[in-house]
């Protein structure tokens, strides 16, 4: 009898014995989450296509007219960017305006326009700050008594500021400012001496990136 609470109790002290052992092995546990990507992983580089609504305001050279009113149209473009925050980019859009005014016996109005610009700016993630210049081109309109009308299609430059802030991969919207100048033309019906247009304007779009 004495041999078998001997032989119990040896085995209950070596089941104790073997459960603690077993206690300090380390368990398996998940590695920490940790995130591959930097920071500035959104990308601007590539090519775009998107559409803007806006408004303008303007003067006319030798004529007491100022033009303004809604504008809406369509850009492309593309940017390059390295692995750096730096991007570089072209665009150009061609717009629709309704800007348009009247004074005494002249109306002058803009009827549409387009610029062809280049692009430098500095992404913070997602959100991109820029400014931008280039080739300017659009009509000038001008009419007087009885519906006389004449048009000049005219080229300048342009400047101009922006931010723009990805929304999704693929998606992007922008407000921004430019300003346009259209060279002289000589208006020899409407009123006899040259008239060209200047204006600035504010538009916000969307992009949709490839």
Do not use: C
Request: net charge negative; hydrophobic share 40%.
């Amino acid at each position: 009898m004495n041999r078998i609470a001997l032989g119990a109790v040896a085995l209950i002290g070596a089941g104790w014995t073997a459960s603690a052992q077993a206690a300090d092995l380390p368990y398996g546990t998940p590695a920490p989450y940790t995130v591959n990507q930097p920071l500035n992983a959104y990308s601007w580089a590539g090519p775009y296509l998107g559409g803007n609504l806006g408004y303008t305001w303007g003067t006319v050279d030798n004529n007491p007219t100022k033009p303004s009113g809604f504008e809406g149209g369509v850009q492309a473009g593309y940017n390059w960017q390295q692995s750096g925050p730096w991007v570089f980019g072209v665009e150009g859009d061609i717009e629709a305006t309704g800007a348009a005014d009247t004074f005494a016996p002249w109306k002058f109005s803009n009827p549409w326009f387009g610029t062809l610009r280049g692009r430098a700016g500095y992404a913070l993630g997602n959100v991109l700050f820029y400014g931008t210049g280039g080739l300017a081109f659009g009509e000038l309109r001008g009419q007087t008594f009885g519906g006389v009308t004449e048009t000049h299609t005219n080229a300048g430059w342009t400047l101009g500021l922006g931010a723009e802030i990805g929304l999704a991969p693929n998606w992007s919207a922008k407000i921004e400012y430019l300003y346009v100048d259209l060279a002289d033309s000589n208006f020899t019906t409407i009123t006899g001496i040259s008239n060209g247009s200047q204006f600035g304007l504010v538009r916000a779009g969307v992009n949709y990136h490839f």
